[in-house]
């Protein structure tokens, strides 16, 4: 599967953005899917991922109530929808897939992922 992130911006503190990542190649319903994010000087920490049943999420504390994960299977895509942006969000967003076959506790982390999109620059600005 190819992954494709995209809808990356700049937005001032308290705007929204939505991200959409889509594959091709392979329905992306088969798949758990991962959005992860990388600041300048950071390491790459997971934001939250959506089940591969697709009605499972997950999300990293400093997002949760504030970004929502939702799967479009006709489209072929999973979405980002991040609200009340803060400066500390800033960073570069990338989309991952892994098989349905990965533990659940590696779904927190980069090893239960074995596809990566190019990432997508996210600004927020104060």
């Known amino acids: 599967v190819q992954l494709q992130a995209s809808g990356g911006g700049l937005v001032q503190a308290g705007g929204s953005l939505r991200l959409s990542c889509a594959a091709s190649?392979?329905?992306?319903?088969?798949?758990?899917i991962g959005w992860f994010r990388q600041a300048p000087g950071k390491e790459r920490e997971y934001v939250g991922g959506?089940?591969?049943?697709?009605?499972?999420?997950a999300y990293t504390d400093s997002v949760k109530g504030r970004f929502a994960i939702s799967r479009d299977n006709a489209k072929n895509t999973v979405d980002l929808q991040m609200n009340s942006l803060k400066p500390a969000d800033t960073a570069v967003y990338y989309c991952?897939?892994?098989?349905?076959?990965?533990?659940?506790?590696?779904?927190?982390?980069?090893?239960?992922?074995?596809?990566w999109g190019q990432g997508t620059q996210v600004t927020v600005s104060s």
């Open positions: 959506i089940r591969w049943t697709g009605v499972n999420t």
């Open positions: 991952a897939a892994g098989t349905k076959s990965k533990i659940l506790s590696t779904l927190l982390t980069a090893a239960g992922y074995d596809y």
């Open positions: 190649g392979r329905a992306i319903s088969t798949y758990n």
